[in-house]
């Protein structure tokens, strides 16, 4: 079945440091990717997306490029800030389960002044 | 706009016991679907509705079950709470059941955290 395997948190940093959270998936077919980002208090949000091979997606500075060869989909941002405090989940939409989004476990991001 | 609304926010029940959570739809948006997100873990599908039928089940016990209404929101329930069954109940939205949401358009709502004694 789907899977989506990432790295464990939790991610301290320092404000204006670069990030990186791995993401490597298992799918049928050819899969869509996604991170979605949860904020404290507020509800799941998507942050960016890919649809196929070579893609990069792009939101707020934060960049992942959909990598068929080695099954990854990468988060990164070159400067991070305090307020990129949150959870980060990456996901995937296969075409064997197109109904339904298969997540991460989520990697807690802490940004520190 | 209104985006995906969910009640209640918070409930606390005990053991055995029966839940019901209630969810209201983006304006416009005919699917509905159900995730559940355990402390510390990522979302786990648990049901789609589209159109009022059910397109698609997770890995759930029978003690789960929704349904749609013709205004297109829609109630999750279970039965026999379980201590297990704790978590945020997220509900989310889109235009259509299937293909949009390789797009990525799948909304949610803040979730109904549930808590069981």
């Known amino acids: 079945g789907d899977s989506v395997t990432q790295m464990e948190g939790p991610v301290t940093l320092s404000e204006e440091a670069f990030l990186t959270i791995n993401c490597t998936y298992t799918?049928?077919?050819?899969?869509?990717l996604f991170w979605y980002v949860q904020y404290p208090g507020e509800g799941l949000q998507l942050l960016l997306k890919?649809?196929?091979?070579?893609d990069k997606g792009s939101n707020k500075g934060f960049e992942a490029t959909y990598r068929k060869e080695t099954t990854s989909f990468h988060l990164e941002k070159g400067s991070v800030q305090v307020s990129d405090s949150a959870v980060y989940f990456c996901?995937?939409?296969?075409?064997?389960?197109?109904?339904?989004?298969?997540f991460g476990k989520g990697t807690l991001l802490t940004v520190n002044p | 706009d209104a985006g995906v609304t969910q009640s209640p926010t918070h409930l606390i029940k005990t053991r055995g016991q029966q839940v019901t959570l209630r969810c209201s739809p983006i304006?416009?948006?005919?699917?509905v679907s159900w995730y559940q997100q355990v402390l510390g873990q990522g979302p786990q599908f648990i049901f789609q509705?589209?159109?009022?039928?059910?397109?698609g089940r997770g890995n759930f016990p029978d003690r789960f079950s929704a349904r749609q209404f013709p205004n297109y929101s829609s109630e999750l329930n279970v039965n026999a709470l379980l201590l297990g069954d704790s978590a945020l109940y997220l509900c989310?939205?889109?235009?259509?059941?299937?293909?949009?949401?390789?797009?990525?358009?799948?909304?949610f709502g803040e979730g109904s955290r549930l808590t069981v004694l």
């Open positions: 890919a649809t196929k091979a070579d």
């Open positions: 799918a049928t077919g050819y899969p869509s």
């Open positions: 509705y589209y159109e009022k039928e059910e397109r």
């Open positions: 989310a939205s889109s235009v259509t059941g299937t293909s949009g949401l390789r797009d990525g358009e799948l909304f």
């Open positions: 996901a995937l939409i296969s075409g064997g389960s197109n109904y339904k989004l298969t």
């Open positions: 304006s416009g948006h005919k699917s």
